[in-house]
């Protein structure tokens, strides 16, 4: 009885374990790394083997590379290669001999995948403008994955493709799963560089690919311009580049680049402008726009103005400009002056 | 005596009615002629522009327009004489300069009137008289087919699309079509009887190929509403908005979808005909080209929408320098905004050879300081001609004589 309890007893941690871990396998000692982890089409890689059992060293390695030997040789654990176009796996094989005469074989595919990221600011900029609208604290952006993935035979499309959008590391809320290829959000309202980052993925995660877009959110900017009734406000010449004003009466209009806000009359966007130092009342239903008669002999007149927005408490902005008068240039032009032969 | 008294009656009577009817004829008189004089104060009486090809609104204009600081701003002298190989074609602001043969189209900012400059001879041509005020852009899609963008306000923006009909006098003839929808925001064309336009749909932008005859097909949406188009031989160039302080891309729209490009360059813009590009590091730019799809950097340091390839040999890029370059790391944005204006120099470049060479210094030769964008070249490689953004005037220079 003694005797079949200690067999029992024997067998018992043997059935434990045959129950709970699958059966021990030996297992490759050896890694293969790949830099740029998720290459383009084209990209050169770097492929790194280590290993912190076998002693790389002093052991044999022979590299394939889309079945070619490229290098072999002792301690050989680098070697470069160039990824194909786009669907043309790179298939690796690494066969090690080590110091002991033990032989272990890497074998593995890369596909070469790229994803870039378009974005726009939804915020204001005039039409006219050909520049990129930039985000400010507070505004809102959308951003657009370009993806190139394919296979041998397949090019995989956008919506079959999984996302994972991320802004500083947190996770976008709503703007991961398959087809997301575009994502919505409001920048962190404290003025600073966010990075945008977004990992794309085959559904088998057979690929992969990711993109990383720096956002500068900044302070609104103010840009001052002549408003005339035949151009309208006159586009390609700030008054910050030509102060001058060869008129006796003239409208100036201010544009708040990248402020939050669809239309310069927004409400969101309260306006205090000065003109010489004191408050200038202006029309509430046209808040951009003031008219000053400058023909009345000051050469140099200082306009400034302020903007600050009612939801974004850092977007705000000011700004002063000193508008250089030719008052004869004025005079001439002042229909109320000028001297006509009758 | 009673019947001298009836006579004297009648004699005063008749005298007084005399009196009071000359008294009417010149109260009368002198309304009319103070009438007559307000009519014409008005204009009423003015007789109907004629036979001058720029029309008498181009002259008023020009008068509004016209700077001290430049030697030809008359308009009649750039109606009559042969110009020089640097000349202004019009004092008027101008947009969407276009080369059809030796010929150079164009419209007129305030107006929208559309016009043709010879710069062989001088001639300058209304073709369309039609009221189209605050034109900010025109995208040409054949020698009488173009869309017209007019921008009242700050926000607000139409495209119009017209065919200009044959004059039958020599003030110009007439606009005619329709506006495109409402909320379209990007127009460019393709090909020579088509163009394509981005219109905001929802949360979204359609882009949609529409034929000079009215046939539209929708060939792609994308949730971003912010591209500039450049038509190529191969598709278009989507390139995002250049700025100098954030990163963009441009790509290749082939077969319905986007492929890079240009991936993350500061500052990226590209030429008119989407076969330059420049980026910008720490504000300067760098001009870039790509040789059997590698990239190749060009020794000017100017932006892309300075340049243009010479289409009779290809090898050969013209490219405005500036001067000096704004020592701003916003270097792009503050150009786009007015904010900064270069002074330019027309060099000549062989890709080939890497050789380039002065064609003009237009502030050394003629004392005129330039900032050239939306540059074009005739077919012929003769004539470049530009917008001068520090007067928003077209120019035409001859880089061979």
Redesign the interface.
Known sequence: MSRILFVLLLLIPWSISAFSFPPLAVENPIQVTLTPTTPKPGDTVILQASSHIVDLDRSVLAWRINGAVVKGGVGETQVHAVMGVLGEPLTIQLVTESFEKNVYENMFQVYPA?V?I???ANTYA?????????PSPGATV?A?A?T?FATETTIIEPQALMYEWSLDGKTLPGGSGIGKS?A?FTMPEFPGTYQLRVVVQTTDGKIESHAA????SQSPLL?L?RDTP?????????L???PRINDAEATI?V?P?YASI???KDKKLSYAWKFDEKPFQHDPNDP?RITLLLGDGRARPRAAVAIQHRDHILQTADHAWTINVNQEAAAANNPFLRQFDL | MRREIIVWIAVGAITTTLMLLAGWYFFIRNQENQLTRVFEGRGFEATLPEGSGVGSTGFNLASVFSSPTIADADPSATNTNTPSRLWRVSVIPSVGLQFFGSELYYAEQPTGHVFKANPETGAVERLSATLLPRVTDVVWVATSSLIVQQTPSLEETSYFAGRIETATTTNGGSLVGEYLPKDVFVVAPAGESAFMYGVRAGSSAAFIERTISGGEKRVWTNPLSHWIIRPTGAGYVFVEPPSSVALGSAFMFSQNTLVPLVQNAYGLMVSRFGDLFSETRSGTPVLFTFKDGARTDLPFVTFAEKCVRDPGKTTRVYCAVPTEFPKQRDSVDAWYRGEVHTSDRWFALDTETNVSELVLSPEGEYGVPLDVSDVTISRDGLYLAFIDTITSTPWVLRVRE
Request: cysteine-free.
């Open positions: 790229n870039v378009a974005w726009d005039p039409v006219f403008f050909k520049g990129r609208s930039l959308t657009y370009v190139q575009s919505t877009a720096q956002l500068t840009s311009y035949l151009l309208g406000v006159v586009r390609t010449s700030s910050l580049w030509d209009a544009v680049y669809t239309t310069v951009n």
